[in-house]
């Protein structure tokens, strides 16, 4: 069992909806991410946090907007979105700073998104 | 832009045999490398991971071997089971760029026959 929870697991929305997907770690990790998958394709990186704050945009649209309430949370609030932002959303997070001992990703098991 | 890729896309193998799975990446400055399991519906799932220090690590069942000369990661699964069925993404990170930036592979469907 992952240890990244993500809600909802699917979620069919409207292009003029505003929709949010949340994500939760209880593992102490201070970097969380947002990933996009498509079909048959590698995960791309959207954004990351690092100690409740945004560290990398990899130029995603506006229309995702990320928020880290606290050190344990991660949302993607999603607003106007498009038919080719349908995809897998994965929240992953990860061990931070000098200290960290291995660079790996503990990836959640993804909210599947359908836009209509 | 540089990236990680792989030389085959699907693979097909009998139960008990053993699979590999390679990976080629291009970034010279990678120093830290992810092999990942994807199942079907399912987050990808960490395997081995190896720093480039390294030439060669093993866990269960799972081997990792790293050519910095040619720039190129393979994947060993011994004696392969039906449960290893999965797509297998290589990663790479350059840390002194970001720590962050974990860059995947194209990934590799594994197809085990019973």
């Known amino acids: 069992d992952t240890e990244v929870t993500q809600t909802p697991k699917h979620l069919v929305m409207g292009m003029t909806n505003k929709k949010s997907l949340k994500c939760e770690q209880h593992m102490g990790h201070r970097a969380m991410y947002w990933y996009k998958q498509k079909a048959k394709k590698p995960p791309e990186l959207?954004?990351?946090?690092?100690?409740?704050?945004?560290?990398?945009n990899e130029s995603v649209p506006s229309r995702f907007s990320p928020e880290c309430p606290n050190s344990s949370l991660l949302n993607l609030?999603?607003?106007?979105?498009?038919?080719?932002?349908?995809?897998?959303?994965?929240?992953?997070?990860?061990?931070e700073g000098g200290d960290r001992v291995t660079g790996e990703l503990f990836f959640g098991e993804g909210s599947r998104l359908t836009v209509l | 832009g540089e990236s990680v890729g792989l030389h085959l896309p699907t693979l097909s193998?009998?139960?008990?045999?053993?699979?590999?799975?390679?990976?080629?990446?291009?970034?010279?400055?990678?120093?830290?490398?992810?092999w990942?399991?994807?199942?079907?519906?399912?987050?990808p799932q960490f395997i081995i991971d190896i720093r480039s220090n390294?030439?060669?690590?093993?866990?269960?069942?799972?081997?990792v071997l790293l050519n910095k000369t040619v720039k190129h990661l393979s994947l060993q699964i011994a004696a392969t089971q039906p449960g290893d069925s999965a797509v297998y993404f290589c990663a790479e990170n350059d840390s002194g760029g970001s720590n962050?930036?974990?860059?995947?592979?194209?990934?590799?469907?594994?197809?085990?026959n019973p």
């Open chain 1, 46 to 56: 959207m954004f990351v946090y690092s100690y409740e704050k945004l560290s990398i």
């Open chain 1, 77 to 95: 609030h999603l607003h106007a979105l498009q038919p080719e932002d349908s995809a897998l959303y994965l929240c992953a997070s990860s061990q």
């Open chain 2, 13 to 34: 193998v009998q139960e008990g045999d053993n699979s590999i799975i390679n990976c080629a990446y291009s970034n010279s400055a990678s120093d830290y490398f992810i």
């Open chain 2, 36 to 43: 990942y399991k994807q199942e079907s519906g399912k987050g």
């Open chain 2, 54 to 63: 390294m030439d060669k690590r093993q866990g269960q069942r799972v081997t």
């Open chain 2, 100 to 112: 962050y930036k974990l860059t995947f592979g194209k990934g590799t469907l594994l197809t085990v």
